[in-house]
C-alpha cells in the first residue's frame, strides 16, 4: 500500500511533492501520532520515512532511494531545507516533524496505549543504554524487545521480532540502509508500524547529544 491509497482512511492531508518525493503536510507532532494510531487501531502496516535534504538529494540521484521512499507510506519533514523547498516549489511551507522527535513522541503514545516497542540497532552499547534510559522516562512503557544493528542473518532478526509481534518497530541502521532493509522485510514481519529513526538510540541512551534547537531550527 503507497502513500496515495493510505491516506485516503486517515485524518492526514493530501501529501506535497518536494523534488519528486512526497513529504505530508502534518500540522503538528499530535496529528501525526493520531495517524499513527488510527493505522495500528485499523490493523494497517504503515512505513513512514523521515525526509530531509541529503535525503531528496540522494533519490534525485540514486533510483534505488527513489524507489524505496515511493514505497514508503508517509514522509514526514525531517528539516527545514524540505519545508523551504515546499515553499518555494508549492507556495506552502511544510511544519517540522523530525524522526527524532517523533519518535520520542510514539514511545510516549507507546506507553499511554501500551503498544509493543522493538528496537533494532545502533551498537551493542547504545542499544542496550537506549533501552535501559527509555524504561526509566517511561515506566510504563512495553519494550517487548531488542536488537544491536551488528547481525550477519535477517532470518535471526525477522523471527526475533515476530515472536513478540510489537506494534512500533524503529530501525537504527543509518540512512538509507535502514530504509532499504524495512522495505526489503516489511511484508514478513509482524509489526505494525515502521520507522527508521537513524541515530536517536544514540541520543537516547546519551552517547550522543542532539545539536542546540537553535541550529535545528
Known amino acids: 500500500m503507497h502513500m496515495s491509497e493510505t491516506l485516503l482512511n486517515d485524518p492526514a492531508p493530501p501529501p506535497l511533492t518536494v523534488l519528486g518525493v512526497n513529504v505530508v503536510p502534518f500540522a503538528s507532532y499530535d496529528h501525526a501520532v493520531d495517524c499513527v494510531a488510527e493505522s495500528i487501531r485499523q490493523g494497517r502496516k504503515s512505513f513512514w520515512v523521515a525526509i530531509n535534504p541529503q535525503k531528496v538529494y540522494r533519490a534525485r540521484h540514486d533510483p534505488a532511494v527513489m524507489e524505496v521512499l515511493r514505497q514508503a507510506d508517509v514522509g514526514i519533514c525531517d528539516g527545514i531545507g524540505v519545508s523551504l523547498g515546499s515553499m518555494l516549489l508549492n507556495r506552502r511551507g511544510i511544519q517540522r516533524v523530525t524522526g527524532c522527535d517523533l519518535f520520542f513522541a510514539l514511545l510516549a503514545a507507546a506507553q499511554r496505549r501500551s503498544w509493543r516497542v522493538f528496537l533494532l540497532g545502533a551498537s551493542p552499547e547504545a542499544n542496550a543504554q537506549a533501552a535501559q534510559r527509555l524504561g526509566e522516562r517511561f515506566p510504563q512503557l512495553k519494550i517487548a524487545g531488542r536488537r544491536d544493528g551488528y547481525f550477519g542473518n535477517d532470518e535471526e532478526v525477522i523471527?526475533?521480532?515476530?515472536?513478540?509481534?510489537?506494534?512500533?518497530?524503529?530501525?537504527?541502521?543509518?540512512?538509507?540502509?535502514?530504509?532499504?532493509?524495512?522495505?526489503?522485510?516489511r511484508d514478513r514481519i509482524d509489526a505494525r508500524f515502521?520507522?527508521?529513526?537513524?541515530?536517536?538510540?544514540?541520543?537516547?541512551?546519551?552517547?550522543?547529544?542532539?545539536?542546540?534547537?537553535?541550529?535545528?531550527?
Open 159 to 185: 523471527e526475533q521480532i515476530n515472536r513478540v509481534r510489537p506494534e512500533l518497530l524503529f530501525v537504527a541502521m543509518g540512512s538509507p540502509r535502514q530504509e532499504h532493509w524495512i522495505a526489503r522485510h
Open 194 to 217: 515502521f520507522l527508521g529513526v537513524g541515530g536517536s538510540l544514540d541520543v537516547a541512551s546519551g552517547l550522543s547529544r542532539r545539536a542546540p534547537t537553535l541550529f535545528r531550527r
